[in-house]
Antibody
């Protein structure tokens, strides 16, 4: 079964850091572009970042530039999101998602909650 | 950046109703548009990609269409399982989601 499982969320103080992980299984992780998408509870979906299949190119939403770093370890079938200088407005559920060039985001993780609060 | 304007934000309907949700792109994206369904506490699920192609396993009552930069998701006969929030997403130039449409019971 194809699956993405996020971990690493939790409560962090403003200005703090957190690293999210997304473990992939059941498909050839190394060939896919991957994304992070976030959602404030009760609000809409917001694209955060993308990484190409070999990990050499990343792209970020403006709010993530300079604070978030996306990476991947294809040997471990794992995706990461390092989040620094966290703000209250970063509080959200974070999803990892697999992109297929034709099919859009056709596999999502279950989501992981990140709460930034003192 | 491409903006996606989705309407309505909320839609009240009854089982059996025909439902239409619209998304307009701020510039051309060809047919690089997907529709997702999201239920409370769950991840989004793709229903339609490339504007009109139904994802495998998605009921045929769902359909998508395109007219220029305007895209439509239609549910031909609303079923109890369809009460959810729907999002469009353009993936022609980076990635942008619409604001979402909550389909609720009338």
């Amino acid at each position: 079964e194809e699956q993405l499982v996020e971990s690493g969320g939790g409560l962090v103080q403003p200005g703090g850091s957190l690293r999210l992980s997304c473990a992939a299984s059941g498909f050839p992780f190394r060939i896919y572009w991957m994304h992070w998408v976030r959602q404030v509870p009760g609000k809409g979906l917001v694209w955060v970042s993308r990484i190409q299949s070999d990990g050499t190119v990343t792209t970020y939403a403006d709010f993530a530039k300079g604070r978030f770093t996306m990476s991947r370890d294809n040997a471990k079938d794992t995706l990461y999101l390092q989040m620094n200088s966290l703000r209250a407005e970063d509080t959200a559920v974070y999803y990892c998602a697999r992109e297929d060039p034709l099919y859009a985001f056709n596999l999502w993780g279950q989501g992981i909650m990140v709460t930034v609060s003192s | 950046d491409i903006q996606m304007t989705q309407s309505p934000s909320t839609l009240s309907a009854s089982v059996g109703d025909r439902v239409t949700i619209t998304c307009r792109a701020s510039q051309t994206i060809d047919s690089w548009l997907a529709w997702y369904q999201q239920k409370p506490g769950r991840a989004p699920k793709v229903l339609i990609y490339k504007a009109s192609i139904l994802e495998s396993g998605v009921p045929s009552r769902f359909s998508g269409s395109r007219s220029g930069t305007e895209f439509t998701l239609t549910i031909s006969s609303l079923q109890p399982d369809d009460f959810a929030t729907y999002y469009c997403q353009q993936y022609g130039s980076y990635w942008t989601f619409g604001q979402g449409t909550k389909v609720e019971i009338k």
